[in-house]
């Protein structure tokens, strides 16, 4: 069933797509590669090889890895053409002239660690690399090159690649701590990561308003931790280290490392507010924290307790996570508390030092320390440069270039991500609904960044690993991040894959065209413009707050998360909205209560529905308590955005 539907699916875009589809045959035969990222080398040879019931994988059975190489091909090319591809790791059973085979080539040097060679002919494809991993992305770009001929053949036009990527770290930031994502979210992740050539998922796993890991030795962090109140709600969630070791091992199969992220000292309130022991004397028990920014509440560097608490903590997340790195944090952390903490004070007396920013310092070695005695090396953001790191640890740079050029100076390696071309949380054209922090991150700024610049010396270039986008998710809760990610994503992963020298904007955008029919064939739904569904005039507003309507019937197109954005751009004065509300036929059926006052830092105009029962003949009304802020001049406009529910991926 699941494999008719994909091919009337299939057959629906070849249909509304043939012009499109000539085109693409058509750039193909010029030599164009629509493929994103981009192979660092690339030739167009004449004609196809045709994928067909009886065409046969062969899998080196030099190791498990390579073995299920030739099953996760075979899988992925029944999802899309519907046949069940023989598998076989034995030589003998190769046709002559209908099979794909992988080959590992131990000798070959230019490939790397990575890298593969592809050759496709009308007879055969190879695909051969030194690693497992460089099979793997061969595998990915046969991926992309298929598709199906006016006859209804499923092929592969002839080629010749050779590819290895630019940067050996190629990441994705996911913060599950500010909205909890679901452990199949994470995994649909996965596969787009490595469908992007990408092999790094850092998991941001604690922060101010969630606990998200379960620690055995601290069950309150997740009885406790894990959970905060929103508009009366208890949100939140975790993950069980079965649900994480299943992650990492879908992960590992992908050739996808994960790292995970404990915050510290800040961004702690979570942890706090679970263990109170373990936070500064003298400072006010706190609650789990329903508000984004920056928040004063640090683990406590004076008491013994601390650092035995976060020993433990890490002890068990070492047992969960086999990576080589573990990252702990380190921005944002502000000093207040210290500053006052008896506790603290004790300590930076003891140490001879005079000021907080070398407590941290402090912290962070102590932390180093246990870290490198489990034998993993520390990853930190670009603040723990402040207080002095051994040249050992990471650091991730964030605020700019600068924690990059500093950190590599000392000798420390680098991953790049500076928030103005790597942070997917800010919006890509709509200054519209974004936070007072955030700036206007488009395609083509991503598409120009570069994790390694020029003003770098030689040596300093060579400690940059690579980079790291993020999706932050103060305010992209799970449906929306899709739309925050694509096709920003694709951007990003020919940033840290191609060379300088192969990438071009123009060729890039072009690629793109077919590659969004790609992204829609495996269900993602990438940024969509905000849809106007309504205004109000001066004087329209009184200063009490009142209910108004709008009927906003178009709009609604279908089952899903809505996103409602005022946009109060006119006048003296501003607005006041206490709830909006969804109906559908005159019932209620969706309300968001939360106050919005424009003009006020940290208020946030969006407001969000799910339609879970879509009626396509139903009249859809929007109901808001508003008023004037102040007065009534103001003038402005609403607007909606549908964010799809996330499916499974289709495979292509
Ligand atoms: C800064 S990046 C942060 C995060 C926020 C992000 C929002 C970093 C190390 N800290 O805590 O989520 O900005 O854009």
Redesign the pocket.
Same mark, same amino acid.
């Given at each position: 069933m699941r494999t008719i539907i994909l091919c009337i699916v299939v057959l629906l875009f070849m249909g509304v797509d043939s012009k499109q589809g000539s085109n693409r045959l058509h750039a193909d035969q010029t030599g164009a590669c629509e493929m994103v990222p981009k192979p660092q080398s690339f030739l167009h040879r004449e004609g196809h090889f045709i994928i067909g019931s009886t065409t046969v994988i062969y899998s080196p059975s030099d190791s498990d890895d390579t073995v299920e190489l030739g099953a996760y091909l075979a899988e992925h090319l029944r999802t899309s053409t519907g046949y069940t591809l023989k598998v076989t790791s034995n030589p003998i059973e190769i046709p002559l002239n209908d099979a794909i085979i992988l080959s590992l080539k131990t000798q070959s040097e230019t490939l790397g660690n990575e890298g593969y060679r592809m050759k496709i002919r009308s007879k055969t494809v190879g695909i051969a690399a030194s690693t497992s991993a460089g099979l793997f992305y061969g595998i990915q770009s046969l991926r992309q090159a298929l598709k199906r001929d006016d006859d209804g053949n499923w092929t592969v036009p002839c080629m010749d690649i050779e590819d290895k990527p630019s940067y050996e770290w190629r990441g994705l930031l996911m %913060?599950s701590a500010?909205h909890f994502m679901t452990t199949d979210f994470i995994k649909r992740y996965i596969d787009l990561l490595a469908y992007h050539k990408m092999n790094t998922l850092h998991l941001h796993l604690t &922060?101010d308003q969630g606990w998200r890991i379960d620690i055995k030795r601290y069950p309150l962090l997740t009885e406790v931790g894990a959970w905060r109140n929103e508009g009366g709600k208890r949100y939140g969630g975790f993950y069980t280290k079965e649900e994480l070791k299943d992650i990492i091992e879908y992960a590992a199969s992908r050739y996808i490392t994960v790292i995970p992220e404990i915050e510290m000292p800040g961004?702690a309130t979570a942890a706090v507010a679970a263990y109170p022991e373990i936070f500064c004397a003298g400072a006010d028990t706190v609650a789990v924290e329903t508000t984004w920014g920056i928040h004063k509440n640090l683990f406590c560097a004076g008491k013994e307790k601390t650092f035995e608490f976060l020993e433990n903590v890490l002890d068990e997340v070492c047992d969960v996570f086999p990576s080589q790195y573990i990252h702990i944090?380190g %921005? !944002?952390a502000k000093k207040d508390h210290w500053e006052k903490c008896p506790d603290c004070q004790k300590r930076m007396q003891e140490l001879g030092i005079e000021d907080e920013g070398m407590l941290q310092g402090y912290f962070n070695k102590r932390i180093e320390k246990f870290l490198a005695s489990r034998g993993r090396r520390t990853i930190g =953001?670009d603040e723990i440069l402040e207080g002095g790191m051994t040249s050992e640890a990471i650091v991730q740079s964030?605020r700019g270039m600068e924690g990059a050029d500093e950190g590599s100076k000392l000798g420390m390696s680098v991953i790049s991500s500076p928030?103005d071309y790597t942070?997917f &949380?800010?919006p890509m054209h709509s200054i519209r609904s974004k936070a007072f =922090?955030?700036i206007t991150l488009p395609l083509e700024r991503v598409y120009s960044f570069n994790p390694a610049p020029d003003e770098l010396t030689p040596e300093q270039r060579a400690l940059i690993l690579g980079s790291e986008c993020?999706i =932050?998710s !103060?305010y992209a809760p799970q449906p929306e991040v899709d739309q925050q990610v694509f096709p920003r994503l694709c951007a990003f992963a020919e940033v840290v894959w191609t060379r300088d020298e192969v990438r071009n904007w123009d060729d890039f955008t072009n690629r793109m065209t077919t590659h969004f029919t790609r992204l829609e064939y495996l269900g993602v739904d990438y940024y969509k413009p905000d849809v106007q569904c309504g205004d109000w005039a001066p004087g329209s507003l009184s200063e009490t707050p009142g209910v108004i309507e709008w009927d906003i019937t178009g709009v609604i197109t279908g089952e899903g998360h809505y996103r409602l954005t005022f946009d109060a751009d006119e006048g003296e004065h501003g607005i006041h909205v206490d709830w909006v509300a969804l109906s559908q036929n005159g019932i209620e059926i969706s309300r968001d209560t939360h106050l919005f006052e424009s003009g006020k830092e940290n208020m946030f105009q969006t407001y969000r529905f799910d339609v879970d029962n879509y009626q396509e003949n139903a009249v859809y009304t929007l109901r808001a308590s508003m008023g004037g802020h102040g007065g009534t001049d103001t003038k402005g406009s609403l607007w909606i955005k549908r964010f799809k529910v996330a499916e499974p991926l289709d495979s292509l």
């Open positions: %913060d500010r &922060d961004h944090g %921005d !944002e =953001w964030w928030h942070y &949380d800010y =922090w955030m993020t =932050w !103060e």
